[in-house]
């Protein structure tokens, strides 16, 4: 039997019946929440609500705001409270989820449990009617064209249920809106869809409440391209994201916890973590167990923290920290375990810490004996020397250093004793003092030595007035030093000397191989007393700035008086290749203003000046200049390639040093120099081994310890 088909006003009754009993569904649901006692006012569209708050409460969305739906205004003006919106929890992520969740009513409330009748089945979850028009009321303009772009429902097609819930999810994703309500109403034509939202208020200002450490400009440059605007829950939790990140730059142990809003102004609740108990544990080194006391006072050791109880903890902050105890070089290893205290919670967190710490070995006593070459012509058995030294790091049990050292022959005797107190009865400003006294003897060569041909070799090593100049020095001082600034350090110091030139044979000299006087008192002896002040700056990438000057106090008249100034500034430049291509530059220079005696005159030539010279060659002045330039780059680890220039000069000053000893031995006051080598890292430090021209076009290896020239 064929069967006929159906007539269109047949369809159209057939499509009426279908949208009658879908609504009959949403109006049995409302009576049955309405008979519940959840609210009065429930409206045919009260299952979207639910569906919509059940599809979002994820178990698995951050704690950030877990009790956001439970504060935001709920789509019922009946439960909001009055000009108040309130995020709390633990973090700031999902928060759209949670501000999709906020903007519907909790299903049941308290007091009223929901039936199973008025739950819709899968069923009606999944029926579909025609939806004949789609508008969204509450708002204008931008906010309201942004909600009906993100909209996937389109007039005259079929819809279910969890399609209309998954387009107002869309419309809250957006963050505008702090409501949105779905209305259905039955029209001729289809369902009329209308879904109603509430924007935000406009934000006018951002505040934080329990930061301590957070600056305010922070908070200003997080939020301030969101005011005077409709509040955004997405922008906003950008600007949290910012204040967090700020925290995590710089290793303190602080975030945004929670959020509250009155009116137009939004409220960050900050969680920092502050210190609260500090201890300190001794680690034996030989079996490991760990003890309250050691060789070390305790306070000794916590002075040199920076952080304190009460203090919000810093990792950053703790390095340095560790930095600063393993400087005081009296441990092996140095610890700082955080753990949380007893009364920390998640509003007021709190954290002890213990520093650990394993001692070393900090003092012993030396001696030796040797021949002397130098001495072997002198007699029988002159050459016997012998030496001996002590040294202390940890004086006391208070890190005082104390060294003492002798070295004895039959005609030449030196001595140094040293004492230094690196924290003055624990001086606020960190003052150091350091007490000396000693005697001992340099080259003179440098200055003095007789004329050569560049590159031949050294001076010959003769005896009488043509022989060598060694300068013997009983010196006597005081210093001071202590922080300044960040980066910077200050030296204040008064130093005595009484400075005498002395042949190979330790016999007086004061006429050098040219009959020029050595000492500025043309007598035996020069004594002078030197009021020191030095400045000292270290940056990053190895930088140094330093300035000094001395001033010669006449307080005899036959003493010396004189001002000598002294700059340095070295920079080193990564160019690449994971830091190890770099580009060092050096500048220094000097100046000495009145009584200049010979021996003190600044050299200028050889491996730590002018490359490419013999030590001293290219000449000795009042003042003087130098430069250098230096390429680092990678070979086989751990060898570096050198590329270097230098340039020195006096300045024209050569011939104001008493003697002229430049001029006599033909130096010529100025010269640069060019050449290449390698440094290899060792135990004792960078070695350098280095060849290098002079302008002249004579070339000269170099051998040096450091990392540069």
Not at 621 to 648: K, M, Q, S
Request: with cysteine; glycine share 10%.
């Amino acid at each position: 039997m064929t069967e006929t088909p159906a007539t269109p006003g047949e369809v159209l009754r057939s499509w009426q019946r279908g949208a009658c009993d879908w609504l009959q569904v949403l109006s049995r649901t409302a009576q049955q929440l309405h008979s519940a006692g959840i609210n009065e006012s429930a409206k045919l569209v009260d299952h979207l609500q639910k569906q919509h708050a059940r599809r979002h409460a994820k178990p698995t969305r951050h704690a950030a705001f877990a009790s956001l739906s439970a504060s935001l205004p709920t789509a019922r003006p009946t439960q909001q409270p009055k000009s108040r919106v309130r995020f709390s929890g633990k973090g700031i992520n999902c928060i759209v989820s949670d501000l999709a969740d906020s903007a519907v009513p909790s299903i049941p409330q308290k007091g009223h449990a929901a039936t199973d009748s008025s739950k819709p089945n899968s069923e009606e979850l999944q029926e579909r009617i025609l939806v004949s028009e789609i508008e969204v009321t509450g708002v204008e303009g931008p906010l309201k064209a942004a909600a009906e772009q993100v909209l996937t429902m389109k007039p005259n097609f079929s819809y279910t249920l969890q399609e209309v819930s998954d387009d107002c999810a869309h419309i809250f994703e957006l963050g505008w809106f702090v409501k949105c309500h779905p209305q259905a109403e039955d029209t001729r034509d289809g369902i009329k869809l209308t879904i109603q939202v509430e924007a935000n208020k406009e934000l006018n200002g951002v505040t934080a409440e329990g930061a301590n450490v957070l600056p305010a400009q922070v908070i200003e440059d997080a939020f301030r391209h969101q005011y005077n605007k409709t509040l955004n829950f997405t922008d906003l939790k950008a600007g949290m994201q910012k204040v967090d990140s700020w925290y995590a730059d710089r290793g303190i142990f602080g975030q945004v916890t929670g959020v509250d809003m009155e009116d137009d102004i939004v409220r960050l609740r900050m969680a920092e973590m502050l210190v609260g108990r500090m201890n300190l544990k001794f680690q034996d080194k030989k079996t490991g167990d760990i003890k309250d006391e050691g060789a070390t006072k305790p306070k000794v050791i916590m002075r040199q923290l920076c952080t304190r109880p009460g203090q919000v903890y810093s990792v950053q902050q703790a390095r340095r920290d560790i930095d600063a105890v393993y400087s005081m070089g009296l441990f092996d290893d140095v610890k700082i375990l955080p753990q949380p205290a007893e009364d920390s919670t998640l509003e007021n967190p709190i954290l002890d810490l213990t520093l650990q710490v394993k001692e070393r070995k900090n003092g012993g006593l030396s001696a030796g004996c040797g021949i002397s070459a130098q001495g072997h012509a002198e007699g029988a058995m002159p050459g016997f020397i012998g030496s001996c030294s002590y040294s202390q790091r940890n004086l006391f049990g208070l890190n005082q250093k104390l060294t003492a050292a002798l070295e004895a022959g039959q005609s030449d005797t030196t001595f140094r004793i040293s004492h230094t107190d690196p924290w003055v009865r624990g001086d606020p400003h960190r003052t150091s003092r350091t007490i000396s006294l000693q005697s001992n003897k340099t080259s003179g060569n440098l200055i003095h030595a007789k004329a050569q041909d560049e590159g031949s070799g050294p001076p010959a090593q003769t005896t009488g007035p043509e022989g060598n100049v060694k300068v013997s020095r009983l010196m006597g001082a005081i210093e001071w030093g202590r922080p300044l600034a960040q980066h910077w350090n200050g030296t204040l110091g008064i130093n005595f000397q009484r400075a005498h030139c002395l042949d190979d044979h330790n016999q007086p000299m004061t006429k050098d191989c040219y009959d020029a006087p050595l000492t500025f008192s043309r007598g035996p002896y020069d004594t002078m007393m030197l009021a020191l002040l030095r400045c000292v700056y270290t940056g990053r990438n190895d930088s140094q700035v330093l300035m000094s000057m001395e001033q010669a106090l006449p307080v005899h008249p036959s003493w010396l008086n004189f001002n000598r100034l002294r700059f340095r500034a070295e920079r080193s430049i990564n160019l690449g290749l994971d830091q190890r291509l770099q580009a060092y530059l050096c500048g220094k220079g000097g100046a000495i203003i009145g009584d200049l005696p010979p021996y003190e005159a600044f050299p200028i030539g050889g491996t730590a000046s002018v490359r490419g010279y013999g030590e001293g060659s290219v000449g000795s002045g009042r003042n003087y200049v130098a430069g250098t330039a230096e390429l680092h780059f990678p070979l086989i680890a751990p060898v570096e390639g050198t590329l270097l220039f230098d340039y020195g000069s006096d300045l024209d000053s050569g011939a104001s040093v008493l003697g002229d000893p430049a001029g006599v031995r033909g130096k010529p006051g100025k010269g640069w120099g060019y050449g290449a080598g390698i440094r290899i890292d060792s135990p004792v430090g960078p070695l350098r081994l280095e060849y290098a021209w002079n302008k002249e076009g004579r070339s000269r290896v170099h051998l040096g310890i450091g990392a540069h020239g």
